[in-house]
């Protein structure tokens, strides 16, 4: 995801668009598992480069849902199609993610008071987490091809 957002901000000032882009830290974004974030305590606008760093170096997933919104989880699917993971797969949002495994019917438009109450109630997971609607898995082999490309200058596209 961050690979996809980051050649869609390219450019000479791509580090002064991520801290001056404030995205929205709000309900709309709030997701569980979010040790830096720690919805509903903290809300306002947050700069991209802090929630990026959020969704990369602590696993924030409400960090990783501001990044999602701004990329957009077709554009990330689309980004992981063209450099040939064949075995990774994004949900819509890791809030989506989780109405689906409480078995939400409407798991994709899910509110964070949904999700609060579900995981009050302690609602059981009802889908498993690897599933063919809604789910965040990728292979080993897609992960060490990912990562054997974007580390190094001039990330390559081309499938290995």
């Not at 999602?68 to 199609?81: D, Y």
């Not at 809030?95 to 609602?123: C, H, K, M």
Request: charged share 20%; hydrophobic share 35%; with cysteine.
């Amino acid at each position: 995801m961050l690979c996809e957002r980051l050649r869609q901000l390219d450019g000479p000032d791509v580090g002064k668009r991520l801290q001056e882009n404030l995205l929205p830290l709000d309900a709309s974004v709030w997701s569980p598992s979010s040790p830096v974030f720690d919805p509903p305590h903290l809300s306002g606008r947050v700069p991209e480069r802090t929630a990026a760093e959020a969704m990369i170096s602590h696993s924030d997933n409400t960090g990783t849902d501001i990044v999602m919104r701004a990329t957009g989880p077709g554009k990330v699917r689309q980004f992981i199609s063209e450099i040939g993971l064949r075995s990774t797969q994004i949900p819509d949002s890791t809030r989506a993610f989780f109405g689906y495994l409480l078995g939400r019917p409407d798991f994709r438009s899910v509110t964070w008071e949904q999700i609060v109450r579900a995981l009050q109630n302690n609602t059981p997971f009802v889908n498993p987490p690897l599933n063919e609607t809604q789910t965040l898995a990728s292979s080993a082999i897609d992960l060490v091809d990912f990562y054997s490309r974007s580390l190094k200058p001039g990330f390559s596209s081309a499938v290995a």
